[in-house]
């Protein structure tokens, strides 16, 4: 079946997304955070400093040494540091 392209669905996504001048940015990575919490200097060494990473990219990162530890971080780049949030496997 030929893939048939959606004029009115293309038009809409167009408009809705032509102000974006940096449309956010997620990455997925795999580090040796070593079974622990991300730190900031084990985030520094996986993927940069926050300095040197544009404010729109955000990094799905999962541990090498467990790979049920996935964690969502953030570069803030004013204070160079690492945001993050864990995830948790559902039940």
């Known amino acids: 079946m030929p ?3 959606n004029a009115s669905l293309v038009s809409i996504l167009r408009t809705d997304f032509q ?3 940096d449309p956010p940015r997620l ?3 795999t ?3 070593a079974g622990v919490a991300p ?3 084990g985030l520094d060494t996986a993927l940069a400093t926050p300095a040197n990473i544009p404010g729109y990219c955000m990094f799905i ?3 090498s040494s467990d790979s049920t530890k996935l964690y969502l971080c953030v570069p803030d780049a004013v204070n160079d540091q690492w945001l993050y949030t864990s995830f948790s496997i559902a039940a």
Do not use: M, S
Request: hydrophobic share 45%; glycine share 0%.
């Open 3 to 5: 893939q048939i392209r």
């Open 27 to 29: 990455f997925y990575v």
């Open 61 to 63: 990162v999962e541990d």
């Open 39 to 41: 730190t900031n200097l």
């Open 31 to 33: 580090a040796n955070l």
């Open 19 to 21: 102000h974006l001048k």
